[in-house]
T-cell receptor, first 116, second 111 residues
Framework: AAGVIQSPRHLIKEKRETATLKCYPI?????VYWYQQGPGQDPQFLIS???????DKGSIPDRFSAQQFSDYHSELNMSSLELGDSALYFC???????????????FGPGTRLTVL | GQQLNQSPQSMFIQEGEDVSMNCTSS?????WLWYKQDPGEGPVLLIA?????ELTSNGRLTAQFGITRKDSFLNISASIPSDVGIYFC???????????FGGGTRVLVKP
């Protein structure tokens, strides 16, 4: 079965550079979530999109922005990178059309960002 | 800040043993999910719970949604080496909402 695809899998950047992370949800999934996981920590919610509109916002720095496109893929843009931005960034997707009790979010393999 | 308290933080298992871990919260969640994460990989969904009091099994895994909707536990029976990893509970307030994760339980093999 198709899973969530994230690219790149690994990214190395210098301080103050910019980075773009991409997420391709499971086919027919219309909702995308971004999470950040620091070393030894649990994933923290950043932002989510449903039908190309922002649906919720968590602890996402102002230096970061994201969007969802017409094909439902999403991109997380990160500017003025700081050392503390080094983390695993996960995208998860869900089919909101499921309604009812089907609330499962399926995670991608993540992008490991290292800021030097 | 983190709303879910997951315990234990880490535990050692010997093949064949049963394993238990739990999550508690000061607030109500309407969905509880349990994920397993291997190093450098994304969390993989193990079990989803939707109703207070619900007991759900998935192979050797059994999870329960606490009656107060503020807690959940996960049991792994007859553990095997591939059960090693980090297990996270996650709570969700409403359908489609963000997930709030517990701190994780790191399951290791006894030396």
């Amino acid at each position: 079965a198709a899973g969530v695809i994230q690219s790149p899998r690994h990214l190395i950047k210098e301080k103050r550079e910019t980075a773009t992370l991409k997420c391709y949800p499971i086919p027919r999934h219309d909702t995308v979530y971004w999470y950040q996981q620091g070393p030894g920590q649990d994933p923290q919610f950043l932002i989510s999109f449903y039908e190309k509109m922002q649906s919720d916002k968590g602890s996402i720095p102002d230096r970061f922005s994201a969007q969802q496109f017409s094909d439902y893929h999403s991109e997380l843009n990160m500017s003025s990178l700081e050392l503390g931005d080094s983390a695993l960034y996960f995208c998860a997707s869900r089919w909101r059309g499921a309604g009812g009790t089907d609330n499962e979010q399926f995670f991608g393999p993540g992008t490991r960002l290292t800021v030097l | 800040g983190q709303q879910l308290n997951q315990s234990p933080q880490s535990m050692f298992i010997q093949e064949g043993e049963d394993v238990s871990m739990n999550c508690t919260s000061s607030s109500i969640f309407n969905t509880w999910l349990w994920y397993k994460q291997d190093p450098g990989e994304g969390p993989v969904l193990l079990i989803a719970l939707y109703k207070a009091g619900e007991l759900t099994s998935n192979g050797r895994l059994t999870a329960q949604f606490g009656i107060t909707r503020k807690d959940s536990f996960l049991n792994i029976s007859a553990s095997i080496p591939s059960d090693v990893g980090i297990y996270f509970c996650a709570g969700q307030k409403a359908a489609g909402n963000k997930l709030t994760f517990g701190g994780g339980t790191r399951v290791l093999v006894k030396p």
